[in-house]
Nanobody, 124 residues
Framework: QVQLEESGGGLVQAGGSLRLSCVASRRTFSRYAMGWFRQAPGKEREFVAA????????YCADSVKGRFTISRDNAKKMMYLQMNSLKSEDTAVYYC?????????????????WGQGTQVTVSS
């Protein structure tokens, strides 16, 4: 179906930037929407951003609007999360997710496939 693997996490200073990548492999030719979620220690998993299959529709959570940008390159089977102006509260494990649909999805329950996560730590 769909297999996902994140990369690009690491330690960055507040105000800095980081780019996360997620590579997707799929067994079918069907379209799939993708999204980014994050989970901080002791917190529930939180929606970050979503992108439609075509990439024409995106949406970011209020907490990251204006700072994060989600994009994808279907030819490369890649999804990206460009994170700018990082804050300490952005520290979390970031997960990419996918669902075989062309629309936008905002909740974790709507996604069927998940990566293992990549740690992002923002130092103050």
């Amino acid at each position: 179906q769909v297999q996902l693997e994140e990369s690009g996490g690491g330690l960055v200073q507040a105000g800095g930037s980081l780019r996360l990548s997620c590579v997707a492999s799929r067994r079918t030719f069907s379209r799939y929407a993708m999204g980014w979620f994050r989970q901080a220690p002791g917190k529930e998993r939180e929606f970050v951003a979503a992108i439609s299959w075509s990439g024409g529709s995106t949406y970011c959570a209020d907490s990251v609007k204006g700072r994060f940008t989600i994009s994808r390159d279907n030819a490369k089977k890649m999804m990206y999360l460009q994170m700018n102006s990082l804050k300490s509260e952005d520290t979390a494990v970031y997960y990419c997710a996918a669902v075989e649909s062309g629309s936008l999805y905002y909740t974790s329950d709507e996604y069927d496939y998940w990566g293992q996560g990549t740690q992002v730590t923002v130092s103050s």
